[in-house]
């Protein structure tokens, strides 16, 4: 998951992969990690980039866009509502 060495100048240099240490997590902490993921601006914006525009500022893309671009769109009302009544509150 992880490796430290010491360098000639006697500081730790720790090097994670990313992978290795989500999977590692916990399911409770795997959650806990998807949770304020998808409650990121940035993440959020990455999702409704690909499906307003097809792409994600980076250039990705997905196979199903067209499925997600349809399911957002029968749901933007609702999602709408939903944003509409949490102001309200």
């Known amino acids: ?8 100048a006697e500081n730790l240099v720790i090097t994670i992969n990313g992978y290795d240490l989500i999977h590692a997590l916990t399911l409770e902490n795997k959650i806990l990690l998807i949770e304020s993921l998808s409650c990121s601006d940035d993440v959020i914006k990455h999702i409704l980039d690909v499906l307003t525009d097809n792409y994600t500022v980076t250039g990705f893309t997905t196979n199903n ?4 671009r349809a399911m957002f769109l029968e749901n933007a009302d609702l999602i709408q509502k939903a944003l509409f009544e949490s102001l309200q509150k």
């Open 1 to 8: 998951m992880f490796n430290i060495k010491q360098s000639e």
């Open 65 to 68: 866009r067209n499925k997600h």
